[in-house]
């Protein structure tokens, strides 16, 4: 299994990370990581699986809570080539960036949400969110120079893609960054047109990177699937 981040001078190219990141060795000697669609994986002792259930090592457990070995490497590769520290993997790119506010925003609190955003994400911050408490701030690309008006001390997220799905507006990461960390608020980006081979937001500031790996990640529009990063 390859580190999130080795070192610049051990690090593989990009093509061989894509393809070799995360790999993991099959005991059957298969030559790639083997799709494993178990719910559940059997342990040799109690002791075994009370070390994993109480994180004392890592090991297969329960495939919901992404302790499956398909899973996890799939996180490892793509953490590496987001240059992350860890990523998360889900069923869609909608229910990463759920699970991305729910878990980073409460009732009460606010989101300022940059340009065009893909369909789902404007129905998740327009819509469901608001049923929550959770009130979001758009602001178009043009309006960007407003950020620091829009900013409150409630502010815990300011969201943005960026290439942005469809119209291809592209902000400032670094500089949308530093605006928000001046009041506390996270940076989420979600870089699903850029894919990690063109663009890494976690190098200019950003604090999570979101993707629909349904789209390029993913390739060939044979999967849903959706992935973040820290
Ligand atoms: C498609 C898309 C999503 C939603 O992803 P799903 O995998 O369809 O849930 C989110 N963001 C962007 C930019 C997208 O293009």
């Known amino acids: 299994m390859t580190e999130a981040n080795p070192t610049p001078e051990r690090r593989a190219g990009l093509s061989t990370r894509c393809v070799h990141a995360g ?7 298969a030559i790639h990581t083997p799709l ?9 002792s109690t002791a075994d699986l009370l070390d994993v259930v109480e994180g004392r090592s890592e090991g297969n457990l329960y495939t919901r809570y992404g302790l499956n070995p398909t ?6 590769k793509l953490a590496d080539l987001e240059d992350a520290e860890a990523a998360l993997a889900f069923g869609s790119g909608m229910a990463a960036e759920a699970a991305t506010f729910l878990s980073h925003i409460k009732t009460g609190e606010h989101i300022v949400c940059l340009g065009d955003v ?5 129905e998740l911050l327009g819509e469901n969110l608001p049923q929550l408490g959770i009130d979001t701030t758009f602001l178009t690309a043009s309006e960007v120079d407003q950020i620091p008006s829009v ?4 502010t815990r997220i300011v969201f943005f893609e960026t ?15 530093q605006q928000a960390h001046a009041v506390g608020a996270l ?5 699903t047109f850029a894919t990690p081979v063109n663009q890494n937001p976690l190098h200019h500031g ?7 790996a349904t789209k390029y990640l993913g390739g060939h529009s044979d999967l849903t699937a959706g992935a973040c990063g820290r």
């Open 187 to 191: 940076v989420v980006v979600d870089n």
């Open 23 to 29: 790999d993991v060795r099959d005991p059957q000697g």
């Open 118 to 122: 893909y369909g789902g994400t404007f």
């Open 151 to 154: 900013l409150t001390d409630r």
């Open 206 to 212: 950003a604090d999570l990177v979101i993707h629909s």
């Open 71 to 76: 899973i996890r490497s799939v996180e490892h």
């Open 163 to 177: 290439p942005t799905n469809p119209t291809l507006d592209v902000f400032d990461i670094a500089a949308m960054s």
């Open 36 to 44: 494993y669609g178990h719910s559940t994986f059997a342990f040799d």
